[in-house]
Every structure is written in structure tokens, then in C-alpha cells.
């Protein structure tokens, strides 16, 4: 997934003049911010709070910011690390908290192949994405998403099957 | 041994994932592993639904912000209003912060409208008795300012004289800061970040502290009544001790303690509607929104004496 510095100052630009396209931004980069959080953070709740703020802090400060030609996603990293050392601090009053380093290439690798697998998601075929989301977003039990979609546990199952064997492929896995 | 189907082996592994168990036996079977890797990255898939909903919140902001930059150059959606018997607080502010007055003129009641520009931000200082249009209370306000150096602003403060109410100390919350109160009774926290784990990075130079006696329903009572988004709370043995909140392109910290109200104008495109949304949410009306020779203005004033006016000006300045 290549971002060229020209895509971001146009993105910049347009947010600048019409804070409305600021959504245009949020579009592009939510699942990295997303990915870089949710590893730093104890659960899916606090790893939405922190992408929330994030996306606001950016949106307050879009009409200040100056673009001198680095990825805007390295500006979001920022303020994505300096606010999981808040939440940190708020969760240990007295310890000493250093904001964590915004990613290094190995984890920008590896984030942008967790966007593809995400990616792949949304193209599954209808019920096999709905099974994958109850599972792994609303961790719901094979008997709660057979409750939920009508269907029996043995379809239920077979459904993650398929749905991680395509995803398996996509992702460049063999048969 | 029948082995069981890898429907099976790959549920209870997905199982495991979730529930942050060990799975990693499922690495040593080579059917099940490469499905495992995929499971263990989707722990983590973003959920739909939230980023659907943070984007239409993000939506609802920046076409508050788009209003406000188009209406008012140079201002945020919430200024604070600070009322004043006489004048002087100018030249407080002049020699403190290096504050500007960028516009003054008498207001329809008589008193002195002044419009004060203070690093980034702006507040609206009104003198004489007849000040507000008669329904802005004379009482202080207290704000968090981010100067370079705390401890020279702190001193020069004392010099212009304000009165102590906290000297300059490094503080828990990633900052040093001494607090003050002008010769008027506002407060002032001087600031100066300690590295960046601070707040200042998301605020602005000067940002009103609301004082409040429940704290975590008022911010509540804010979300439903101005659209406030909550960016960041504290909270300490079940209570709230501190929130910052986003108000379109505008912000306020609260924090449990001493009731200490205040009088705020918000810029916005709709007086109108905001002044509805604020009566639905439980807010009393001080005066429903009319045309003045300035613009649109209305105004309520919640349970906790806050007072929100809303207004869109006629012209725009600079």
C-alpha cells in the first residue's frame, strides 16, 4: 500500500479549506491509526477511544497544520502515541510513562498486511463476513452466531471455515 | 484415534484466540496452522460499526468547524465571555501573556465590548455594569493558558497583581504549572508542557475550566445539549476529576470542585437550532435568538449557571 507525499498534500490541502474533507483523511488512515492502537491497548473499547481521539485531536488541529512534505499518517502516529501514554499514565497515577515509538518499518509491514486481511473481509461473501465479525469483533460463541443467523452450529462452523480458507488464499496461502 | 473434522479443531482454536488463550497447538498442526496466523490477525479487525460511527461524529465537527471558520475569522466555536465591573483586565493580560486587544466598542448597553487575542485564542472581556445585554453576570472564569516559560509568567502575573493560589510546580499530569488569580478573581493555571505526553499538543493557548458540582452528568448534559465530544476524562474513586471536551473547533476542561460558572458564545450557523437542542436537552432560556444590528443571538443558561449564547454575526472580521 504506497501513499504518495502528493495524494496527502492534497488531502491536506482540501481538509484545510473545507474542514468537511477532513473525512477524506479519516478514510485513508483509520485502520492504520486502528492497528498501531489496538496492539498498544488492553481491549477493543480503549483502542476506539484512543483512534477516536486521535481523529478529533487531528480535526481541531487540521487548520494549524503546517505540511512540510512528511506522511501525514506520521503526524497521526503522534498524537496516537502521545495519546496511549495519557491513557497509560491515567491507568498508573504515579509511574513514569514514555510515549511508545511511532511504528518501525517492521510494523508498518506488517500493519499494512493486517489492512489487506481486513480488506479481504469486506469482499466475503455476505454470511461468512457476518460470521468473522461476530466472532472476532462481538466475540460471540459459535451457538450465539447460529442463534443470531438462524442457521445451525455445524453451518456456523463451516462458514469460518470457508471464510478463513478464502481469506487464507487471498492473502497468497496454497491450498 | 479418529481425528476430529477441522471444523471443529479450527472452532475451538478461534475460541482460544479470542478468549486470549494459549493456541499455540495449533501451530504443530499443519492443516490448522495456516488458518490459525489468519485468526490471530483478525483478533484485532476494526469494527465496522465504530468506524462508521466515529465517522459521521468526525462528519457532525468539521461542519460545526467549516461553520465557525467561514463565520468569524480568527475565533473557535466557544469564546469565553468574561464580565468585568471596570476596565483593566486588558492591561493585565497585555503584560502577562502579551495578549492584543484586537477590537473594542460600546456595547447597545452602554458598557465596553472588547475582543482580546491571547497567543491563538480569543475571549471577549465586557466592562461596566451594563455589560452582556444585562444578562451576563459579573463573576470570574478560570482558564488553562500555555505559555513558554510558567515560571517567568507566573512572576510577571504576581507583578501585575494577581494573587497566588498555587506556585509553579512540576505536575502529575505532564506539565509545570502555578495558578493564579487576576486582580478581578479570574484564574489563571499557567502552564508549561513537561515533554509530549502533555495536554497542550490539543489545546489551544487558552482554554476555559469549568468548575462543577457533579461533573460527569454535566458532561452528559453537555454532549445532548451542545453536540460536545468527549476527548479524554479521569476519573478517580467513581468520580469524575477532569474531562476535556470538544465543542466544534472549540474547547473546555472540567473537572469536579468549587462551583465557578461561567458565559460563553459560540459561534455557529444556526443560532436557532443549537438554541432548541439546548432547551430540549433541560437548559432554561435567557433569551430566544433575534435579530440584532451585530447578528443573531440567543442565549440559555443551564442548571449550574452557565450561560451559552448563540450567534451568528452579520459580517465576518478578521
New interface residues.
Given amino acids: 500500500m504506497t501513499q504518495t507525499t502528493e495524494d496527502d498534500r492534497l488531502l491536506i490541502e482540501a481538509a484545510q479549506a473545507?474542514?468537511?474533507?477532513?473525512?477524506g483523511i479519516?478514510?485513508r488512515y483509520?485502520?492504520r491509526i486502528?492497528?498501531f492502537v489496538?496492539?498498544r491497548t488492553e481491549n477493543?473499547a480503549a483502542a476506539?477511544d484512543i483512534?477516536?481521539?486521535v481523529?478529533?485531536?487531528a480535526?481541531?488541529?487540521i487548520?494549524?497544520f503546517e505540511w512540510r512534505g512528511a506522511p501525514v499518517v506520521a503526524w497521526l502516529f503522534?498524537?496516537a502515541?502521545?495519546a496511549l501514554?495519557?491513557h497509560w499514565?491515567?491507568r498508573a497515577?504515579?509511574a513514569q510513562?514514555?510515549?511508545p515509538d511511532v511504528p518501525d518499518p517492521g510494523e508498518l509491514e506488517d500493519i499494512d498486511?493486517?489492512i489487506a486481511?481486513?480488506q479481504h473481509?469486506e469482499q466475503l461473501p455476505e454470511l461468512q463476513r457476518q460470521v468473522?465479525?461476530m466472532?472476532?469483533?462481538?466475540?460471540k460463541?459459535?451457538r450465539e452466531v447460529a442463534t443470531a443467523l438462524d442457521r445451525s452450529e455445524?453451518a456456523v462452523?463451516?462458514l469460518?471455515?470457508r471464510a478463513?480458507?478464502s481469506?487464507?488464499k487471498s492473502?497468497g496461502?496454497h491450498d | 484415534m479418529t481425528e476430529r473434522p477441522?471444523?471443529?479443531r479450527?472452532?475451538e482454536t478461534?475460541?482460544a484466540i479470542?478468549a486470549r488463550r494459549d493456541a499455540t497447538d495449533a501451530l504443530r498442526d499443519p492443516e490448522l496452522a495456516?488458518?490459525a496466523r489468519?485468526?490471530a490477525?483478525?483478533?484485532?479487525?476494526?469494527?465496522?460499526e465504530?468506524?462508521a460511527s466515529?465517522?459521521a461524529?468526525?462528519?457532525r465537527?468539521?461542519?460545526m468547524?467549516?461553520v465557525t471558520?467561514a463565520i468569524r475569522q480568527g475565533f473557535t466555536t466557544v469564546t469565553p465571555y468574561i464580565r468585568v465591573r471596570e476596565a483593566g483586565l486588558v492591561d493585565f493580560l497585555a503584560q502577562v501573556f502579551d495578549a492584543r486587544e484586537t477590537f473594542s466598542g460600546r456595547g447597545s448597553g452602554g458598557g465596553m465590548h472588547r475582543e482580546v487575542r491571547v497567543g491563538?485564542s480569543m475571549v471577549i472581556i465586557g466592562e461596566g455594569d451594563a455589560g452582556g445585554g444585562g444578562v451576563m453576570p459579573i463573576r470570574p472564569v478560570a482558564f488553562h493558558v500555555f505559555v513558554n516559560d510558567a515560571d517567568a509568567t507566573f512572576e510577571r502575573a504576581i507583578a501585575a497583581g494577581a494573587t497566588p493560589l498555587g506556585e509553579p510546580a512540576d505536575r502529575?499530569?505532564?506539565e509545570r504549572s502555578g495558578f493564579v488569580a487576576d486582580p478581578f478573581g479570574n484564574h489563571w493555571y499557567i502552564a508549561t508542557p513537561l515533554g509530549?505526553?502533555s495536554?497542550a499538543?490539543?489545546l489551544r493557548t487558552v482554554t476555559p475550566v469549568l468548575h462543577v458540582k457533579g461533573a460527569a452528568a454535566y458532561v452528559e448534559f453537555l454532549k445532548r445539549a451542545l453536540g460536545a465530544?468527549e476527548?479524554?476524562r479521569?476519573d478517580e474513586g467513581g468520580q469524575l476529576r477532569y474531562a476535556r471536551l470538544?465543542i466544534g473547533?472549540g474547547?473546555i476542561e472540567l473537572g469536579e470542585g468549587e462551583p465557578m460558572p461561567g458565559s460563553f458564545l459560540l459561534y455557529v450557523g444556526d443560532p436557532d437550532a443549537l438554541y432548541q437542542q439546548a432547551l430540549a436537552a433541560g437548559a432554561t432560556s435567557l433569551m430566544p435568538p433575534t435579530d440584532q444590528p451585530y447578528g443573531r443571538i440567543g442565549g440559555v443558561e443551564d442548571a449550574l449557571g452557565n450561560q451559552w449564547f448563540f450567534s451568528r454575526p452579520v459580517t465576518t472580521s478578521s
Avoid: C, W
Avoid at chain 1, 135 to 139: A, D
Fill in positions: 473545507d474542514p468537511a474533507r477532513f473525512v479519516y478514510e483509520v485502520d486502528y492497528a489496538r496492539r477493543r476506539e483512534t477516536s481521539q481523529f478529533e485531536q480535526l481541531g488541529a487548520g494549524r503522534r498524537i502515541s502521545n501514554a495519557d499514565r491515567e497515577r504515579d510513562v514514555t510515549p498486511r493486517r486481511l481486513y473481509v468473522i465479525q466472532r472476532f469483533v462481538e466475540e460463541s459459535i455445524g462452523k463451516q469460518q471455515l478463513l480458507e481469506l487464507r492473502m496461502g | 477441522l471444523t471443529d479450527l472452532d478461534v475460541d479470542v495456516p488458518l489468519i485468526a490477525d483478525l483478533r484485532h479487525y476494526p469494527s465496522p465504530f468506524k466515529l465517522r461524529q468526525l462528519e465537527r468539521a461542519s468547524t467549516a471558520t491563538d502529575a499530569y505532564g509530549r505526553e495536554v499538543g490539543a465530544i476527548e479524554m479521569h470538544r473547533d474547547a
